[in-house]
């Protein structure tokens, strides 16, 4: 009834007020009554509330931090709860108005949020009040708390949780972090919101993350790269962090500077696990095929590309298809390095066929080859010299000799 009561007195003498120019003077001097109470002051932000006023930032502002000048005065669950319903209504309210000069209260009050311990039956609200003073710092715009979030969401990404309660709470407070992240567009929001999407958190969680992630920043590269090169990061998030990349809207030289990273990191990585062993590759396939798009910025790919082959072929359970694909790349880079390597590839493989060692594989990657050097179009005299040998040569099939012609014939055009 008490309630009611002043709900009902607000409204009509507030009317006049409303109907104006939003001159918020009444409500600010009821708001800031020295003998009103925690739920006074509740039910005059509801009324301010539901008359969906807009440009009283400033209004918003003093009453928040009206309100945690009185936090330290709560003494009952009763004043707690108008608290916290008093202090979304205002996060809110600032978010609308896109607040920025109130970024510095909003963060005391997911602060306060925060405090509460595990065995207060309020719990699962205070998640809600993280959240959405979560949510309102990323709405107001102050780039200034882009670490404080970044790090409070890194906190949550290592504290694996196992009690429901206590995990709900916590996600909400993960939801308001990436929200706030992807709206501040800094790119030191990337990695938290990264690890939440490959972390512990429920489905809808992570699903959330990943939304979120190609909005921080069109150009993730830098912390990408980082994800991939840190050893502490297994295959599988390496590979996820590389697939994130090629989500990005990345320029192309971004992507082929990752990619180079990429396919080394799958190479300079060890392990006996066969399961890590087959995501490595993958993500090396997938870098390769990125490579012979966009092309190279980085010269270590050319070594690596040189292992994707030679360590494949002189494995005993070479990956085909890498090496396919290697082949293919090199001949579509048309560069000098890349001719290099594959006249050392064709100049192996001779030397091979010269001293007999000739089975299916060494003639099924001499097929593949020959016509990937042809591709090239090189005026390298060493390839034309080498093709010419092996066209010449005894030690070879006629068909293989045919495949030396024809590669010969595709580079005099």
């Known amino acids: 009834m008490k309630r009611k009561i ?16 939003a001159d918020m003077s009444y409500y600010t001097e009821e708001y800031l009554r020295p003998t009103g109470t925690y739920f006074d002051r509740q039910e005059v932000l509801r009324t301010v509330q539901d008359a969906n006023l807009t440009g009283i930032g400033d209004f918003y502002h003093e009453a928040l931090k009206f309100l945690i000048l009185k936090i330290p005065d709560i003494k009952t669950a009763e004043d707690k709860e108008y608290t916290e319903n008093s202090a979304r209504i205002l996060c809110k309210g600032l978010a609308d ?10 963060w005391q009050i997911v602060q306060f949020a925060d405090t509460v311990r595990a065995d207060n039956v309020r719990d699962v609200n205070d998640g809600i009040l993280m959240q959405e003073a979560l949510i309102a710092l990323g709405q107001v715009g102050d780039k200034n708390y882009v670490h404080n979030v970044a790090l409070r969401l890194d906190n949550y990404n290592t504290d694996v949780v196992s009690d429901v309660e206590t995990r709900r709470r916590i996600q909400r407070g993960v939801v ?24 512990w958190y429920d489905p809808a969680i992570k699903t959330i993350a990943y939304d979120a992630l190609p909005n921080i920043v069109d150009d993730p590269g830098e912390t990408v790269s980082a994800i991939i090169q840190t050893f ?34 799958g190479w300079s990585y060890s392990t006996n696990d066969q399961q890590f062993q087959r995501v ?6 997938s870098a390769i095929d990125t490579i012979r798009v966009l092309g190279v ?29 290697t082949l293919s790349t090199l001949s579509v880079l048309k560069t000098d390095e890349a001719v290099q390597l594959l006249v050392k590839f064709l100049r192996d493989l001779n030397e091979r066929r010269r001293s007999g060692i000739w089975a ?40 293989e000799q045919n495949w030396a012609r024809d590669a010969l014939r595709e580079l005099s055009r």
């Open 6 to 21: 002043i709900t009902i007195l607000l409204i009509f003498t507030g009317m006049a007020v409303f109907a104006q120019s």
């Open 97 to 106: 108005e896109k607040y920025t000069a109130a970024a510095p209260e909003i």
């Open 176 to 199: 308001g972090c990436i929200n706030a992240l992807e709206a501040l567009h800094e790119l030191d929001g990337y990695s938290p919101v990264f690890f939440a999407y490959v972390g």
């Open 232 to 265: 502490s990061n297994n295959p599988e998030v390496k590979y996820t962090a590389w697939q994130e990349m090629l989500r990005s809207r990345a320029p192309n030289a971004s992507k082929a500077k990752v990619a180079a990273t990429a396919l080394a990191t």
């Open 280 to 285: 490595l590759r993958e993500m090396r396939m």
């Open 297 to 325: 910025e980085d010269d270590s790919v050319y070594a690596n590309l040189d292992r994707s082959y030679s360590d494949n072929y002189a494995s005993t359970a070479p990956n085909y298809d890498e090496i396919r694909k």
């Open 360 to 399: 299916n594989k060494e003639r099924d990657v001499f097929s593949w080859v020959i016509p990937s050097l042809a591709a090239t179009k090189t005026d390298s005299p060493e390839a034309r010299q080498l093709l010419t040998a092996i066209e010449r040569s005894s030690d070879y099939t006629g068909t």
